[in-house]
């Protein structure tokens, strides 16, 4: 993966437990994969509200707690999972 130089501020009290986490020489890959992590979460957080809700009156899933059971109880059992999962281009 390519590096980009950027400059950041933190407070003196951060950057000092980060050194003592990481090292004033474990500085830069210590923060970017805790940056990386974080904007990991906070998409998924941002899809997961953009999409609650969507299949709701769908029938996808069932109508019921025991259709939805008995679909997802054939998924799991299936040897044709993926097939039915992704399509027949599986």
Do not use: C, H
């Not at 906070?42 to 109508?63: C, H, I, M, Y």
């Not at 008995?70 to 999972?81: A, M, P, Y």
Request: no cysteine; aromatic share 6%.
């Amino acid at each position: 993966m390519a590096l980009i130089r950027t400059n950041i501020t933190l407070p003196e009290e951060t950057l000092a437990l980060v050194d003592a986490v990481a090292g004033p020489r474990g500085r830069s890959a210590y923060i970017a994969e805790v940056v990386a992590r974080q904007v990991r979460r906070d998409n998924a957080r941002k899809v997961f509200r953009e999409t609650a809700g969507v299949l709701k009156g769908s029938p996808t899933w069932g109508q019921g707690t025991e259709q939805t059971d008995r679909i997802l109880r054939e998924l799991r059992d299936s040897s044709e999972r993926d097939r039915m999962l992704y399509g027949e281009d599986w």
